[in-house]
């Protein structure tokens, strides 16, 4: 409960109420991954980034097959600028699950800013087998193969996404 809690605040954008909610959870169990992971979302989102990092590492230790653990993780290493091992634990958390759009979503913006657009490419496409009519990955293909030079192919995706939410 604690964990659910701490998690909508954070969704919420309100990690610091989110931090002393976990905090009791934390107490019962100091090895619970999504708890963990929750931790290190939160101290990252109010940039207390060493307490996210140590959080997020930890939660992958707890338990290295929990997505939500590989996803705080990463989000906290993109934060200090770590991305090559964001890009690993996305990847890590797409390997457990790969029917999940969210880190697709995450790991495309990685690639993108290492300059792996196939890759990012690649990811968006993803996110499409499993929500095809996803806007938001639509439009994130149009801008993509526009940075390509794929003029016609980004056309497409912009035209989709503006027929499916104008």
């Known amino acids: 409960a604690y964990t659910l809690k701490a998690k909508a605040l954070v969704w919420l954008d309100d990690s610091q109420s989110a931090i002393p909610v976990a905090l009791k959870g934390y107490e019962l ?3 619970f991954a999504p ?3 929750v931790l290190a979302r939160a101290y990252t ?3 207390r980034y060493q307490q996210g990092l140590d959080y997020g590492a930890a939660a992958v230790d707890a338990d290295p097959k929990n997505v939500d653990a590989h996803r705080g993780y990463a989000i906290a290493l993109i934060l200090v600028g770590r991305r090559d091992e964001a890009i690993r634990e996305l990847e890590d958390a797409i390997n457990i699950n790969p029917n999940l759009a969210a880190p697709y979503f995450e790991l495309a913006g990685q690639y993108k800013g290492a300059n792996r657009l196939e890759d990012a490419i690649a990811a968006y496409e993803k996110v499409l087998t499993i929500q095809p009519r996803n806007t938001k990955a639509l439009l994130r293909l149009c801008e993509t193969y526009t940075q390509v030079g794929q003029n016609e192919q980004a056309e497409g995706f912009c035209d989709d996404a503006l027929t499916i939410d104008p």
Do not use: P
């Open 29 to 31: 169990n100091n090895n």
């Open 35 to 37: 708890l963990l992971a």
């Open 45 to 47: 989102d109010i940039g």
